[in-house]
């Protein structure tokens, strides 16, 4: 998320001259919600691996 954050900072505060205490909030708030967005999706991602390869509990078959 910080590489798409930080060349849209550079790009609003050179090209709008923006008060870099507004465009600093916008930033986190920006940051706050892409991560907000994309943590479920990995998380399922990741999920979806482990079942895949049957890792982590995901294994019928057990060794007791």
Do not use: C
Request: aromatic fraction near 14%; charge should be positive.
């Amino acid at each position: 998320t910080l590489k798409t954050v930080i060349p849209l900072m550079v790009f609003v505060m050179f090209n709008y001259n923006m008060n870099p205490t507004l465009l600093f909030a916008l930033s986190v708030l920006l940051l706050v919600a892409m991560t907000l967005f994309l943590l479920p999706r990995f998380k399922g991602m990741i999920v979806a691996f482990q079942w895949a390869k049957r890792m982590h509990g995901f294994d019928d078959e057990r060794d007791d």
